[in-house]
């Protein structure tokens, strides 16, 4: 089995059951905030296209590029369908002109006419997207090989059902706001920001370790941000935001990888090529020596300034077609959002206050903008309604260009989670925990998908059944997204982590550290 990387989570393997093309994503998206990393745009995505199968792993646009699919992608190529609760995938994929879908369902291996064997394990709670994240499992005989992606499955041995893995493609970089855009003292937000990169590091570590596989290509990440004021969150120890990026490196997690003993570490970069065999890589190629790439990642400033300067055309391309917001902008808020609000009984409780979003930027005339031309709502998810904010104190806070909001409603944008915020184009405050709630909800501005979460939310977590877990008796599954506490769950005193995500519980009282709400159930047993 031969792997070309194509930049970020995005891979081609040509296998002995046929041509499979991976989440191909060059152009910038995200509010052209996001681009890959390092440089892809050189590659022949036409020859890349050129593929007997395509997978799309799920909708965000780091991994969906319409622009690049419709463009350079064969329309022949059957697609790889992962099992979702609705056809947004399918639907978009269709209005591109791919006709021809595998349907799967989620854990179960399939074989192609090929006889390429393959298996796609699809996530589908609130948190994976919501409406789905995957990983894809290729078995043609030579090799055997997980490209996990994004995904962060719960149950590995479900997994591992597919074989041992000869080669794992997985994230190690995240994908979040926090703590960037939020107002903090800068030293609580570099400290925030190393936890959060130790975080995603480990969490990949678990990953790797529990998957098992003596090869390992870290993929899906980070991007890099050229835009010039954007420019500061690559991490570069920049003056006032040294420290303050989350973003991590193929080149640093390799050296992390290393230092906890695992030697099996592949650089994949656009353009790479490797052989992959029974427990072996070789012919492990570069399209670039070793001198260029120790530029990419040790002077990695210079490399992304030039990067910047190619970049820009494209950039302000896509910032050309923003939409200009309009003095009715709430009327257009209220008329969308609001009859969301009443379906979403979970969420709006779960939020249980108004959010205050100030829109900046707005034109004159626009009733009640103050004089610096911004535009301060209320989202009241007790009231289920959105208007303007009349002072009350606000335990969420959004500081947001009129622009962005303006265009996701002439789109009619589904998830703004990842779009605007993804962005990094906004400022945020907050008293107290972070909000799944919150998020989730902005997630989900469409009516099939809150009933989904909605109805997900009823089904969901505790069912009854419990496990013992150092001198504790604790529910089985994890409150937060279900994750099995017997295999991520780790006590220390009276504080219980799911180390799939990180969030913390207090056992004695229930209560969850990370976010509101997600009470668990819990008791001490007796010594």
């Not at 296998?15 to 060059?26: E, I, Y």
């Not at 000869?166 to 994230?171: E, L, S, Y």
Request: with cysteine; net charge negative.
């Amino acid at each position: 089995m031969r792997v070309t990387g194509v930049g970020h989570a995005g891979m081609r393997f040509e296998t002995a059951g046929g041509r499979v093309l991976c989440d191909p994503w060059v152009n910038p998206t995200f509010f052209a905030s996001w681009v890959p990393f390092p440089d892809n745009t050189h590659l022949d995505w036409d020859a890349l296209g050129d593929c007997d199968y395509l997978y799309v792993s799920h909708l965000h646009r780091d991994h969906f590029d319409a622009d690049n699919l419709r463009d350079h992608v064969s329309k022949d190529a059957r697609v790889l369908l992962p099992d979702y609760p609705t056809d947004e995938l399918e639907n978009e994929l269709r209005a591109l002109g791919f006709k021809h879908f595998v349907r799967t369902e989620s854990g179960v291996p399939q074989t192609l006419d090929g006889g390429l064997r393959f298996m796609i394990t699809s996530l589908k709670g609130p948190g994976d997207g919501p409406i789905g994240d995957s990983a894809l499992s290729l078995d043609d005989g030579t090799a055997r090989i997980v490209n996990q992606n994004d995904a962060h499955p719960l149950d590995i041995p479900k997994l591992l059902e597919f074989g041992a893995y000869d080669a794992h493609f997985t994230q190690f970089s995240g994908a979040i706001w926090w703590p960037m855009v939020y107002d903090l003292p800068k030293a609580a937000k570099r400290e925030f920001a190393r936890r959060k990169r130790v975080g995603q590091e480990d969490r990949a570590m678990r990953y790797i370790r529990e998957v098992g596989a003596p090869h390992v290509f870290p993929t899906a990440g980070p991007p890099c941000f050229l835009d010039d004021e954007l420019f500061r969150w690559n991490g570069l120890g920049f003056g006032d935001v040294e420290g303050e990026s989350i973003f991590t490196d193929q080149w640093e997690f390799l050296a992390r990888m290393r230092e906890l003993g695992h030697s099996g570490g592949h650089l994949l970069l656009p353009g790479t090529t490797a052989e992959l065999g029974h427990g072996t890589v070789s012919d492990l190629t570069h399209p670039i020596g070793d001198d260029e790439i120790e530029t990419i990642f040790l002077d990695k400033e210079r490399y992304l300034r030039d990067f910047a300067e190619r970049s820009r055309p494209a950039i302000e391309a896509q910032k050309a077609r923003w939409t200009a917001p309009q003095p009715d902008i709430l009327r257009q808020l209220k008329e969308w959002i609001e009859p969301l609000m009443k379906r979403a009984d979970h969420m709006c409780d779960g939020i249980g206050g108004p959010v205050r979003m100030d829109l900046h930027g707005m034109p004159e005339g626009t009733p009640g903008v103050d004089e610096d031309g911004t535009l301060s709502l209320a989202f009241d998810f007790t009231a289920r309604e959105i208007r303007v904010w009349d002072g009350e104190n606000c335990r969420y806070r959004w500081g947001v260009p009129a622009t962005l909001v303006a265009t996701n409603i002439a789109t009619g944008e589904v998830d703004w989670s990842n779009s605007l915020f993804l962005s990094v184009r906004f400022s945020a405050s907050r008293v107290g925990q972070y909000n799944e709630y919150l998020y989730t909800f902005f997630k989900c501005l469409s009516e099939e998908r809150m009933d989904y979460v909605e109805n997900w939310y009823d089904a969901q977590n505790d069912d009854g059944r419990d496990i013992e877990l150092d001198g504790w008796r604790v529910q089985a599954r994890c409150p937060h997204l279900s994750a099995d506490l017997s295999k991520f769950g780790s006590v220390d005193g009276d504080v219980l982590t799911c180390t799939l995500h990180n969030w913390k519980f207090n056992l004695a009282t229930g209560r969850c550290l990370t976010s509101a709400g997600h009470e668990i159930r819990a008791e001490k047993l007796d010594d």
